[in-house]
């Protein structure tokens, strides 16, 4: 098995998700927008996870690969791949899929509550997140459900925090993906990209917060077993 990654800063990777392919032996690569926008061959992975950046979906003038980005992430719902959207990623995939994103009421920027819904309780993915969790989230954007989605998360700012589509599609406005040991980068690089608000934390709040990454990267790693057995389910089916 094969993971492709769609990387659009220098310090978002896989973080996590990277550990956990290793342990489950998949081969990875990577597009790194940031340096070449190079499109990878459809058929030389079988996921396909699209990573946060400090970009818009609404941003094609200054960043024109946005919009074959998008094409290729709708290309890849449609052949069945599994797609995995984080951040940005997110809200490139929920825009593949036909929805709107737009300007949330207030920017969330740092590590803040995330509520699940009945509709995740008993979904076979979703149902390994509790109730709630503190998560990092550093976003200005939100984004309509996409037709034929599942909302499955919200927090008091943001409608959609999570959704899936069908049995390939799997993404989270939150990251979920960043690893204590990558944390004080991550945080160190937004800085400039904090403003104030009533959901917007310090540098130094955050890392008074970041505790709670491993046991979150510990709740993923069942969220993204779930998903791999769904697809080998449907593989053998």
């Known amino acids: 098995m094969h ?9 978002e990777d896989l973080g ?4 956990w392919a290793n ?13 070449n926008p190079q499109l990878p061959n459809m058929e030389g992975f079988d996921w396909l996870v699209v990573l946060g950046g400090k970009m818009g979906v609404n941003d094609s003038s200054e960043y024109p690969w946005i919009t074959e980005e998008i094409a ?3 290309q890849a719902v449609e052949k069945g791949k599994t797609v995995i959207g984080i951040c940005l990623g997110s809200q490139l995939v929920a825009s593949a899929l036909g929805a709107k994103v737009y300007k949330n009421t207030e920017p969330e920027m740092g590590f803040w509550p995330v509520t699940f819904l009945p509709t995740a309780s ?8 509790p109730k709630e969790i503190r998560a990092m989230h550093m976003h200005f954007d939100t984004f309509t459900l996409p037709v034929g989605a599942i909302n499955m998360a919200n927090s008091p700012v943001t409608q959609c925090q999570a959704f899936r589509k069908g049995n390939n599609v799997f993404c989270f406005q939150f990251h979920f993906e960043i690893t204590p040991q990558n944390a004080a980068l991550f945080i160190m690089e937004t800085e400039p990209e904090l403003v104030a608000g009533s959901y917007s934390q310090s540098p130094d709040q955050m890392l008074s917060s970041a505790g709670c ?6 709740i993923f790693e069942k969220v993204l077993d779930q998903v791999l057995a769904i697809n080998n389910d449907i593989e053998e089916g």
């Open 16 to 19: 996590y998700i990277g550990d």
């Open 213 to 218: 990454l491993a046991e979150n990267n510990m």
């Open 122 to 129: 008993i979904d076979p993915v979703f149902r390994n997140f």
């Open 3 to 11: 993971i492709h990654s769609f990387q659009h800063d220098h310090f």
């Open 23 to 35: 342990k489950n032996n998949f081969t990875t690569s990577v597009t790194r927008f940031d340096i």
């Open 72 to 74: 290729f992430i709708r």
